[in-house]
C-alpha cells in the first residue's frame, strides 16, 4: 500500500513531466527531420491497356496534355531526399475509361514507405478525344514543280516503288484528305534523276494535313523524272502518182505545221534534220483538184525520239498535207523559119520554110508553166531524109511539100498535136552548074 501511494505521489507532475518529453521529442524530431513536400513536374503519365480501344476500332488522342502532371510527395527530409523524379510513377488504365472519355491517374512511388509520404498531383484524370478509326488508299500523285532548263522537256515523271498508299487515324480527319502527293522539283534539270520525296496529305482545298494521328503505310515515295533534249525541225512532204486526164500536180506540196519540236537522246537529234513523209503516203492518182491528207507524223520519227507538242497545243501528232492539182491549159506559139533547122538534105536539093505559111506549135501544161515559155526559147528541126523515107520517095521533086517539124520545149510542157510546116524544095542551081563545069573541064 505504502508503494501504491508513492506511485501516485505527484501524479499531476509526472503527467506533465510525460507530456513535455513528448513535446520535447516533437520539438526535436522537427527541428531535426521536418515534413516538407518536394514537387516534381512533367511527370508521364503510362498509359496501360490502349489496345481495348484500337481493338475495337477506334482511335485516341490525349487532350490538353493530361498525360503529363506535376506530383507533389510530403515527407519529411529525410524521406524525400531518397525519393527522385524517377521513383514517382503516374499510371492510367484504359479499362477505366468512363463515358465522358477520362481515365483516372493513379500516383505511387516506387520506395516502400507506407504513410510516412502523402501524394497529390495538379490533375487526376487523362482527358481523351476517342472516334472511330478509318482507313483508306489513294493514289499517289505527283506535282511537277519548276520547269528543266532550256532545250531541254519532262518526258515522263512516275514512282517507281508503287503509286498506291493507305492512310489510317480517326474518321474526322481521314475522311478530310482529298490527294496525297509527292513533289518533284525539276527547276533546271539537264538529265534524269531518282529522287525520294515525302509524301504530302491536301484537302479538296489545297489545305496540307500535317496531324500525327493519320498513320501511313510509307511516308515518302521514290521518284523517277526523265529529262530529254528537245530540237525544231521541218516537215516535209512529196507526193506519188498521176492525177485524171487533163490535170497535173504543180509539184507544191505544204504541211501544216511545217515545224514541230521533237524530244530524244542528244545522240539521236544531232542527226535529225527534218521528218519526211514520203511521197506514197499522198496518192494523186485520179485527181482533179488539191489533195489533202491528215497524216500522223509520229510514225515517221526515228526509234527513241517523240513529239514535245501536246493536245494542250492544239496538236495531236496529225499535219495536214495539201498536194496543189490544177487544171492543164493550151497555148500556142509561133516558130519563125530561122527557128527551124533542116537535116539530111540530099546534095543538089534546097529547102526553105515558106515564110508566108506561119508554123505554129501548140503547148500544154499548168498556166504557170505556160507563161514561162517563150517563143524566142522555141526550136525546131525537119529531117528531110525521113520525110522521104516515110513517104516512099527516093528523089525530091521541085515543089511546096508540107513536113514534119520536131519541136524542143520545156519538159514542164507538153505538145498537143503534130507540126507541120510548108517547105519549098527546089534543085541546087548552083550544085548543078558546078558539076557541069568540072565535067567540061575533064573533056578539054
Known amino acids: 500500500m505504502k508503494k501504491t501511494g508513492k506511485l501516485f505521489n505527484n501524479i499531476g507532475l509526472k503527467i506533465l513531466a510525460v507530456i513535455f518529453s513528448v513535446l520535447l521529442w516533437l520539438v526535436s524530431v522537427n527541428i531535426n527531420d521536418p515534413v516538407d513536400t518536394e514537387v516534381y513536374r512533367n511527370i508521364p503519365v503510362e498509359l496501360e491497356n490502349t489496345n481495348l480501344l484500337t481493338d475495337e476500332g477506334m482511335t485516341w488522342e490525349v487532350l490538353e496534355d493530361t498525360d503529363r502532371v506535376t506530383v507533389t510527395v ?57 472516334e472511330e478509326r478509318m482507313e483508306r488508299q489513294l493514289v499517289i500523285e505527283i506535282d511537277q514543280v519548276g520547269t528543266p532548263a532550256d532545250g531541254y522537256i519532262v518526258s515522263g515523271v512516275l514512282t517507281t516503288d508503287g503509286n498506291a498508299l ?20 525539276v527547276e533546271g534539270l539537264t538529265e534524269s534523276i531518282n529522287i525520294s520525296e515525302p509524301i504530302r496529305l491536301y484537302d479538296a482545298d489545297g489545305n496540307e494535313i500535317t496531324s500525327s494521328r493519320i498513320t501511313k503505310s510509307v511516308s515518302t515515295s521514290s521518284v523517277s523524272i526523265s529529262i530529254l533534249q528537245t530540237k525544231e525541225i521541218p516537215v516535209t512532204a512529196s507526193a506519188s502518182g498521176t492525177p485524171a486526164d487533163g490535170y497535173a500536180a504543180t509539184g507544191e506540196v505544204t504541211c501544216a505545221p511545217d515545224r514541230v519540236t521533237v524530244a530524244g537522246r542528244s545522240s539521236v537529234l544531232a542527226n535529225l534534220e527534218s521528218v519526211v513523209i514520203p511521197p506514197e503516203a499522198v496518192d494523186l492518182t485520179g485527181a482533179e483538184e488539191n489533195v489533202v491528207e491528215l497524216i500522223d507524223i509520229r510514225e515517221y520519227l ?11 497545243d492544239g496538236f495531236n501528232g ?57 517563143a524566142s526559147q522555141l526550136s525546131g528541126t525537119i529531117d528531110v531524109e525521113a520525110w522521104m523515107q516515110e513517104n516512099g520517095l527516093s528523089v525530091l521533086s521541085e515543089g511546096n511539100v508540107e513536113m514534119e517539124v520536131s519541136v524542143a520545149f520545156p519538159d514542164t510542157v507538153s505538145q498537143v498535136g503534130t507540126v507541120r510546116a510548108s517547105v519549098s524544095v527546089m534543085a541546087d542551081v548552083s550544085a548543078v552548074h558546078g558539076a557541069a563545069g568540072e565535067a567540061a573541064a575533064g573533056t578539054a
Open 74 to 130: 510530403r515527407a519529411n527530409r529525410s524521406v524525400l531526399e531518397n525519393i527522385n523524379a524517377s521513383d514517382v510513377a503516374a499510371t492510367a488504365d484504359f479499362s477505366e475509361l468512363s463515358f465522358t472519355n477520362t481515365v483516372p491517374i493513379r500516383l505511387s512511388v516506387s520506395r516502400t514507405y507506407g504513410s510516412q509520404i502523402e501524394i497529390s498531383g495538379n490533375i487526376d484524370m487523362v482527358r481523351l478525344e476517342v
Open 318 to 374: 496529225r499535219v495536214t498535207v495539201t498536194a496543189v492539182v490544177e487544171p492543164l491549159e493550151d497555148a500556142t506559139r509561133r516558130l519563125e523559119p530561122a527557128q527551124i533547122q533542116f537535116l539530111n538534105v540530099p546534095q543538089g536539093w534546097q529547102v526553105a520554110v515558106d515564110p508566108d505559111d506561119p508554123v505554129y506549135v501548140r503547148l500544154r501544161g499548168l498556166e504557170q508553166n505556160l507563161a514561162a515559155v517563150d
Open 302 to 312: 526515228p526509234d527513241g525520239v517523240s513529239l514535245t507538242n501536246t493536245s494542250a
Open 166 to 185: 493507305r492512310i489510317s487515324g480517326p474518321e474526322s480527319l481521314v475522311s478530310q484528305v482529298d490527294r496525297a502527293v509527292v513533289e518533284a522539283n
